[in-house]
């Protein structure tokens, strides 16, 4: 990934732990409400200092986590949510204000199942356990507490108390496993799809390939030249000229006559070779039809382009095809400018015209329309 997508990856990370952050903050402030609520009702043991400083301290703690995200420090470890740390956090600060409640100590419970709902999707099977033994062994040490220095008032309720949060526990403990077996089912169930997609767009890559090029030379086919050449005719600009020419293989009717179809299919690819040697990045050559190829230069002029496609007829002549023996290869080749304000259709009729002018001279040689020909 390139550092750019890295640091886009990094900040939609960080937007997501900040919000979430945010949602336990949230959850901070509603324990803390219900914690004020209990104080003025007699059920929260502790005075208006003591709960002011305790608010205070909580805040705190709240402060230190916000400012390892601003910071992005939390980037740096393994889990940058931070979500095991916070869970703990959480629940020792519970453990501590249930010490100080007194009747309303069980309807607290809930808020054991609000942290580590937290955890649920976030944390691996055996952390959220680890986390919930640490719920489970606070909440019941602080009832054995109680009990060793004879403050419980009521045993049988505390006993009730620790099993609820127990049964609680176990099942949220069960739940966080299977959520996490369904998304990793569904993380591979993405990346198996990615993988899919993947395989498809190779796929479709290799269809375009193939609906491209010409089986036989490797060359572009008609119809995606005909596509590439009105696309770079639409992007020529007023005073630039592109070359274009129409070649054809000099009397292969009489190769395949004499040396049968596979050995001109050979003098096809031999041809197609040379005119890849012969040829800059960018300019483009097609298999037009049968024997017959179709030639475009961009961003030439006319003395470049005929030494061009000499260049390629005289590369040509002296070719020879490997598996077979074949004497006297040529072709002929029409050339044609085009300009802005041109038609492919009509350039292609005068390259065509200057190919039969080239055909009717004898041969092997180049013709152009720019020339004072007899067409």
């Not at 995200?69 to 979500?83: E, M, Q, V």
């Not at 050339?335 to 190919?355: H, I, K, P």
Request: aromatic share 10%; hydrophobic share 50%.
């Amino acid at each position: 990934m390139s550092l750019i997508g890295q640091r886009v990856t990094q900040r939609t990370l960080q937007s997501l732990l900040l919000k979430r952050f945010g949602m336990a903050v949230a959850s901070y402030a509603l324990s803390a409400l219900l914690c004020w609520v209990a104080m003025f009702n007699g059920l929260f043991h502790a005075s208006l200092t003591s709960s002011l400083l305790l608010t205070l301290l909580a805040a705190f703690s709240q402060l230190v986590f916000l400012g390892l995200f601003l910071s992005k420090l939390n980037l740096r470890c393994a889990d940058p949510s931070l979500t095991e740390p916070q869970v703990l956090v959480a629940l020792a600060w519970l453990n501590l204000l249930l010490a100080l409640f007194g009747e309303g100590r069980g309807s607290m419970l809930v808020i054991y199942v609000l942290v580590l709902l937290f955890g649920v999707f976030q944390l691996p099977p055996r952390v959220f356990a680890r986390c919930a033994l640490f719920a489970f062994f606070g909440f019941a040490g602080l009832n054995l507490y109680e009990a060793y220095h004879l403050q419980l008032d009521n045993p049988g309720v505390a006993i009730f108390q620790v099993s609820v949060l127990a049964a609680v526990l176990v099942w949220l403990s069960l739940f966080a496993s299977y959520a996490q077996a369904m998304r990793q089912r569904m993380r591979q169930r993405r990346y198996a799809l990615q993988a899919h997609q993947d395989t498809l767009r190779g796929m479709m890559h290799q269809l375009e390939e193939l609906a491209a090029t010409d089986e036989l030379t490797g060359l572009c086919n008609r119809r995606h030249f005909l596509r590439l050449a009105g696309h770079e005719l639409q992007g020529l600009r007023s005073g630039r000229q592109h070359g274009l020419a129409l070649l054809d293989l000099d009397h292969f009717k009489r190769i395949n006559d004499v040396h049968g179809h596979a050995a001109g299919d050979r003098v096809l690819q031999t041809f197609a070779a040379v005119a890849r040697a012969c040829l800059r990045d960018g300019d483009v050559i097609a298999r037009y039809g049968g024997e017959e190829f179709v030639l475009l230069l961009p961003n030439t002029e006319a003395d470049q382009f005929t030494a061009c496609c000499e260049r390629l007829r005289e590369a040509f002549s002296r070719a020879e095809p490997l598996g077979v023996k074949v004497e006297g290869l040529s072709v002929s080749i029409g050339m044609t400018l085009l300009s802005n304000n041109d038609d492919l259709d009509e350039a292609l009729q005068r390259a065509d015209q200057a190919l039969y002018q080239a055909k009717r001279d004898g041969r092997n040689r180049c013709a152009a329309t720019w020339e004072d020909v007899d067409a």
